[in-house]
């Protein structure tokens, strides 16, 4: 028997799940499809445990930093296996709360893999025989997972993605990232704070290469300061387990030069879940690794839409969720206009931290776009002599006298993302800032400090 739903969501990760929770609660028949676990990558094997990790490190680098400045001294201890028994702990607590989110609201939770069975329904694939599910409305939320290429796949054995790695039953005391972005730089931030020596390779000339060149530089000061061997603008021929060690090695034009450690972390990207589901039959068009086409109102086909991660525009959780928001209004009748996304704030986590949001003086260089920066160093600012932690900036772009893009680099900067944002979204002027009352002491009086400082050219 088939029955019919408004909404099948198909991944129950941030996107799908706050998009089953909304169109229940709005009165919609709705049905959530989950291969894996409720909270998908971001909760079981990134962004969550991640930050339960940095976290529970935070006192090591605070306690380091006040060291340096001759004030404390001791040391912290970090007992791993109960760190991972309380990640496991919390990310399970949390999938329960969210399957009772769904019971309460009436949501039918399948737990398989969805596949096209025609025009109007899907086939899940349970444990115990394949149910058809019938949809007016077909949502997309499968996310992504770790990218691999010949030579850089993980083995599983001392060679890991984030996914392994997040699941070590103890910290290696070498490591060797793959990858200078973000996934990468969070963890191995973690895994130094631990006592693993670090080393850095990644075929880009910088870290976080997305970002504002100044902060790439700042952050690469930061970590060779901390030790990190960091090799950048170099190519990777293969990188093995052999024996008890990972062996990385380097192209020939690099000089075929091999590096040890105890573990190796491929963090080189993620790619798209969107490979054998017969999306293709519904008229969706693939792109590029696997990216789901969509049009101005997030639809990939007549009625089918298509959020978060395997849609390729933005491969952050909120993204996904605001992305669903604006399908579960459309479906209600109530978003007419294209979607709009304002600006998409983005942190790198860990000590230093990145924030960004809205236009970057690079971006808009590159599009021949003549801007202004203003900066302040938050060596000025009291919270960060507080915590002696002082190395970073503030900085601003301006477009025709509106600040058109945030970013900032240093210890704690993520507590100005919200204001941010909200700053870039509105266009503050100069004047704003001067006529709004920040409170003091608080960092974010290095933001307002920027917004009020002396612009130059990009």
Known sequence: MTTTYDLVVLGGGPGGFDAAVEAAASGLKTALVEAADLGGSCLNHGCIPTKLWLGA????????????????????????????????????A???????????????????????????SIEVKLADGTQSLGFRTLLVATGS?????????????????STGFLALSAMPQSLIVVGGGFIGLEMAQAAHRMGAKI????????????????VSKALETVFKRQGWDIRLGVKVASVLTQGENAV???AAENGGEELVAECALVAIGRRPNSADMGLESLGVELSGPGYIKTNEFLEAAPGVYAVGDVN???????????????????LLDKAKEAYDSGPVPSILYGSPEVLR???????????????????????????????????????????????????????DVSRMAVAATMMVKAGWTREDAAGFMFPHPTLDESLKAALLADKEAA
């Open 248 to 250: 990385l090695t380097l």
């Open 199 to 214: 080393t850095i390779v990644d075929a880009l000339p910088r870290l976080a290469g997305l970002e504002d060149p100044e």
């Open 145 to 161: 997972r770790p990218a691999a290429f010949p030579g850089l796949s993980p083995d599983g054995a001392r060679v890991v993605d």
């Open 57 to 92: 490190t935070s006192a090591i680098e605070e306690l380091a930093a006040q060291s340096k400045a001759r004030v404390a001294s001791g040391q912290v201890a970090v007992d791993f296996a109960a760190l991972q028994a309380k990640k496991d702990r919390h990310l399970a």
């Open 357 to 411: 949001v809205g236009l970057m003086a690079e971006e808009a260089k590159a599009g021949g776009e003549a801007v202004l920066v203003s900066r302040a160093q938050l060596i000025a600012n009291p919270i960060a002599q507080a915590h002696a932690a002082t190395q970073g900036f503030v900085k601003c772009v301006w477009r025709q006298g509106r600040v058109a893009g945030i970013t900032a680099v240093g210890a």
């Open 94 to 120: 949390t999938r329960k709360a969210m399957g009772v989110r769904l019971g309460q609201l009436g949501v039918d939770l399948f737990a398989g893999r969805g596949r096209v069975a025609d025009k109007t």
């Open 312 to 330: 390729g525009r933005m491969l952050l959780a909120h993204a996904a969720s605001h992305q669903a928001h604006y399908v579960v209004e459309r």
